[in-house]
C-alpha cells in the first residue's frame, strides 16, 4: 500500500509525506493486522477551511486481498486509523 498525507488548500494538494507498507495475507482466517509508525514530515502553515487527507491506494492490483482501513472494525479486532499531529 501506499499511504500519503497531505495539506489541501482550495485545489492544491502539497504532500506532507508518504510511505509504502506491505501486508501478507494471514495463513488461515481474518483478523487486523497491528500497523503502527512515527513519520517525519513538512511542516504546514494550515489556515481555516484547508483540510487533511489521508489518501492509500493499492500498488498491486493482481491479488484478491485488499487492505481497508478498519474494514470490520471490532468484529476482527481492527480499529479507526489514528493520526496523531504535533502540538
Given at each position: 500500500m501506499q499511504f500519503d498525507?497531505?495539506?489541501?488548500r482550495g485545489a492544491d494538494n502539497t504532500t506532507?509525506?508518504?510511505?509504502?507498507?506491505?501486508?501478507?495475507?494471514?495463513a488461515t482466517g481474518f483478523d487486523a493486522q497491528k500497523y503502527?509508525?512515527?513519520m517525519?514530515?513538512?511542516?504546514v502553515d494550515f489556515a481555516v477551511g484547508d483540510k487533511?487527507?489521508?489518501?492509500?491506494?493499492?500498488s498491486n492490483t493482481i491479488m484478491a486481498e485488499a487492505w481497508i482501513p478498519n474494514g470490520d472494525g471490532k468484529l476482527s479486532n481492527?480499529?479507526?486509523?489514528?493520526i496523531k499531529?504535533?502540538?
Open positions: 498525507l497531505m495539506h489541501r506532507i509525506t508518504t510511505w509504502t507498507h506491505h501486508f501478507d495475507p494471514l503502527e509508525l512515527d517525519q514530515g513538512a511542516k487533511l487527507v489521508f489518501r492509500y491506494s493499492a481492527g480499529r479507526v486509523p489514528n499531529l504535533p502540538q
